[in-house]
């Protein structure tokens, strides 16, 4: 027999943010960072998001639990949860879970690379308000260069967001990426974004932090 | 975004929720001299005090206003690109405990002016005095979530006698 528990997504919770104004969604914002991710990036700011083993796998209720405390401030600035890390939609059907129970008044905010199945952008256009999409570069040599990935799949899911949820719920970023492209490039992937009908980019520098 | 401005603009989301809900509120401003992440047991307190208080409207029938109470106070994520954001990364950041991110986008200073020192109730005449009412850190319903919990205690609104900031009273 199957029991219900067994069929509940789980989440490898990394860390929960709270209170961020204006950083990854809008009103006051929960950045909720899970582990895991399918692209390794020269420039990752943590190794440690790329692993799936040393997080804290929690249920949506717990989660609930853990991020209700700011319902106050979600439910009156529009804000909400930030699904963040790594790449959220790994965790789609998690995603999709924790919709259903909580406040819908709340909004839910992905980060993601979509370097992910399509299935995964299937389930979280469903559950998921407000896409925040780091494209890294529209060029598929520079992209393969600095995330090791298919930058095909990266957009074949992009136009199938654009015509699923509409441009109006997609913010794609565009980063200046030190020693992998040019400000040129950054302007050649906004050309071709717009042309694909996305509406709101967010053009920015990538900072190299001396360690 | 520095702690302070994020301190200071929880404090006007709250007191605007008071204000929409007539709900008495006297805040103080925060002495604090160092960075803050808004979470600390004074802004904490208050706002678990002001669940309570929008539970007992709702447990009397009372309209509770919250929706798109504050939508301007802070910046959208929506919108072409933010000039002068920039996102932190290097090879072996430690990140425990924090965010991938770092807070860079300066907010727009809300067009509001906080009150401090008197309940902002409008309507209310009454000059009150006494000491300010300590926070609970220990609230044992801080953690109940709002609008589910059970309210049996009879919320008399108007009577203001004696009380200068908030109590728990349970």
Redesign the interface.
């Known amino acids: 027999m199957v029991s219900e528990k067994s069929s509940e997504a789980l989440f490898p919770l990394l860390s929960i943010a709270r209170l961020r104004m204006g950083t990854d969604g809008t009103g006051v914002t929960t950045l909720v960072a899970g582990a895991g991710c399918p692209l390794r990036c020269r420039w990752c700011i943590n190794k440690k998001l790329l692993s799936d083993a040393p997080a804290e796998n929690v249920s949506a209720a717990e989660l609930l639990d853990r991020v209700k405390i700011d319902d106050l401030y979600f439910r009156t600035t529009g804000g909400g949860i930030t699904f963040g890390g790594g790449e959220s939609l790994l965790h789609a059907d998690f995603i999709a879970q924790f919709r259903k129970i909580c406040p819908s008044e709340w909004n839910i905010y992905a980060e993601t690379s979509l370097a992910v199945p399509r299935k995964a952008v299937e389930t979280a256009s469903g559950c998921v308000s407000f896409f925040i999409v780091d494209c890294k570069d529209m060029n598929s040599g520079i992209y393969s260069a600095y995330t090791g990935g298919d930058a095909e799949r990266m957009k074949a899911n992009l136009r199938y967001l654009i015509e699923t949820v509409g441009p109006q719920r997609i913010l794609v970023r565009v980063p200046r990426i030190p020693e992998y492209n040019t400000e040129a490039d950054q302007k050649r992937s906004v050309s071709e974004l717009k042309a694909l009908g996305i509406e709101n980019t967010d053009v920015f520098d990538y900072i190299i932090r001396e360690e | ?1 520095l702690g302070k401005e ?1 301190c200071r ?2 404090k006007e ?2 007191r ?2 008071a204000d929409e809900n007539d709900i008495p509120f006297v805040t103080e401003e925060c002495t604090h001299k160092g960075n803050c ?3 600390c047991p004074r802004c ?1 307190s208050e ?1 678990r005090y ?2 309570k208080q ?1 539970a007992r409207r709702t447990a009397v029938g009372k309209t509770v206003t ?6 301007g ?10 000039v002068g ?17 770092t ?3 300066e ?1 727009p200073e809300p067009d509001i002016e906080v009150e401090t020192g008197e309940v902002d109730w409008p309507g209310n005449e009454v000059e009150l005095t006494g000491e300010v009412a300590p926070f609970e850190e220990d609230d044992p319903s801080a953690d109940a ?2 609008f589910n919990e059970e309210e049996t205690e009879i919320y008399l609104e108007n009577d203001l006698s004696g009380m200068v900031a908030y109590e728990y009273g349970e």
Request: charged letters at 15%; a neutral charge.
């Open positions: 975004m994020k603009i929880l989301i709250r605007k929720i992440r808004g979470t904490e706002l002001l669940e929008l919250l929706a798109a109470l504050c939508t106070m802070a910046l959208a994520a929506s919108g072409c690109a933010p954001i920039s996102h932190i990364v290097g090879g072996g950041t430690e990140l425990s405990g924090a965010v991938p991110y807070d860079v986008i907010t979530f709002p």
